[in-house]
């Protein structure tokens, strides 16, 4: 048996079934929020949809398989370089609905350079807080690494939100939470940052979004609150949301259902397909499929925090970590705006919405996440170990 087939074999399959399930599920979602629309391009869109599930399936198995030791030596210059294409992009990418966030690749293919800067900024952060003590004595300081790692997360942080992708930001405050607290810096560092983050929260509202992003805000406040809003404007899209994943039920209209909110057009075609996708399938699946959907979540998520449990090393856990934290973020924040539980930003819902670079990334990032299970075992350990077992054998 040569060793890349006993490493195929060692995969955690359970992980991987969990995954293609969701994906399977995805592509059925994607289907059903599209079938229906005149547009061939947005009809066809499941059919991109299994394209780029492909592409991103051959990433993942090659992640898989090989040794993420590998991303000790090219963590910084995969950073350095998804930063420069992700400063490119702010000033000279394609813009659409106010957010130049997209770099063309001719042909009709567009990719987002936020989600290259999030695997790469998160396998920059899983080196710097696991080996940036061993550099120099100085940079033990648990200060100094704080700093550090958070000049690298702050970074694309900073780019992003100039982009217009606020939805995307967001998503860097939970995974580099996430990874400083595994990370060993001391706790009494996290709650000053939780404390002067939320100081400053007031002004970031006030001076740091636009008016349309304010008015997103203050009218999901109004709707909890039971104030009369204008569901002909900015309620628009909460109200048309909230009202077909409520008009579900327990079991859904079914699928293909004509009298569906979504199939008469009270949900914009361009997002149902990705941003507001759960209010489609939650419409059509009612409350047991869309418990169904949280619940495969659910389990994808505790089966990662378990390879993490084994990882061999600090950069592994890490990974594992950031991963989580990145699919964390996605999943509350998708579900949660469609629930008026969040602010509506654009952001995808992991392995259910339609993306070509968010599904190749998570792919790739569920395949470090293979391989950090894959590779548990430290080679030099289990050398180092076998001359013991045989001395113990003869005796």
């Known amino acids: ?232 404007a900015e309620a628009y899209s909460a109200y048309n949301n909230l009202l077909a994943i409520g008009s579900g039920g327990w079991s859904g209209k079914g699928f293909k259902n004509p009298e569906s909110i979504n199939n008469k057009g009270f949900i914009s075609p361009d997002t149902a397909i990705n941003d507001f996708i759960f209010p489609v399938f939650s419409e059509e699946f009612g409350f047991r499929g869309s418990l169904l959907v949280l619940g495969g979540f659910l389990l994808l998520l505790l089966q990662c925090v378990y390879v993490a449990f084994y990882s061999r090393d600090m950069v592994g856990r890490l990974i594992v970590v950031g991963v989580v934290g990145l699919l964390f973020a996605h999943i509350y924040q998708n579900v949660g705006m469609n629930l008026l539980i969040m602010p509506i930003t654009g952001i995808p819902l992991p392995f259910i919405s339609y993306g070509g670079t968010f599904m190749v990334v998570l792919l790739f990032l569920m395949g470090l996440v293979q391989s950090v299970w894959v590779h548990r075992i430290d080679p030099e350990a289990e050398k180092s170990a076998k001359p013991q077992l045989e001395i113990a054998h003869l005796d």
């Open 1 to 232: 048996m040569t060793p890349l087939f006993r490493k195929f074999l060692g995969m955690n399959w359970l992980l991987f079934a969990n995954m293609v399930a969701l994906l399977i599920f995805g592509v059925f979602a994607i289907y059903s929020a599209c079938w229906m629309r005149e547009e061939e391009s947005l009809a066809t869109k499941w059919k991109d949809q299994v394209y780029w599930i492909l592409l991103g399936l051959i990433i993942f198995f090659v992640a898989s398989l090989v040794d993420y030791k590998w991303t000790k030596y090219l963590s910084l210059p995969i950073y350095l370089i998804v930063l420069g294409v992700l400063i490119f992009t702010t000033y000279f990418g394609v813009e659409i609905n106010g957010t130049r966030a997209w770099l063309s690749l001719g042909g009709g293919v567009l990719i987002q350079s936020s989600q290259l800067a999030m695997a790469g900024g998160l396998i920059l952060l899983a080196v710097v807080l696991s080996t940036m003590h061993r550099w120099h004595p100085a940079l033990r300081n648990p200060l100094v690494r704080l700093m550090v790692s958070g000049l690298a997360a702050g970074l694309p942080f900073v780019f992003v939100l100039l982009q217009g992708d606020f939805g995307s930001a967001l998503v860097w405050v939970p995974v580099y939470g996430a990874m400083v607290l595994i990370g060993n810096i001391p706790f009494r560092y996290l709650i000053v940052i939780i404390l002067t983050v939320t100081m400053f929260l007031p002004f970031a509202f006030f001076f740091g979004l636009k008016d349309y992003q304010k008015k997103r805000i203050t009218t999901q406040i109004e709707m909890l609150q039971g104030n009369e809003v204008n569901i002909l």
